[in-house]
């Protein structure tokens, strides 16, 4: 966990359909890429979707796809 008055990075995960279309986004903040990862996997993936992706700012740090 980051110190008192410190920033945790913010990662982006992207919802997509079976067409790779983002069909939504949430924000969460985290201390590294495997805290993200997990926390994503627990998220409610919208039932057009097909997966997600989990981006730190410009970086791909996790794809998961249903197929």
Known sequence: MAAYGTHLPIYRIEFVDH????????EIA???DEEATAR??????????DGFDVWRQERLVYRHRGR
């Open 19 to 26: 067409g790779e279309n983002v069909r939504g986004t949430d």
């Open 30 to 32: 985290c201390d590294a």
């Open 40 to 49: 994503a996997h627990n998220q409610n993936i919208p039932s057009i979707g």
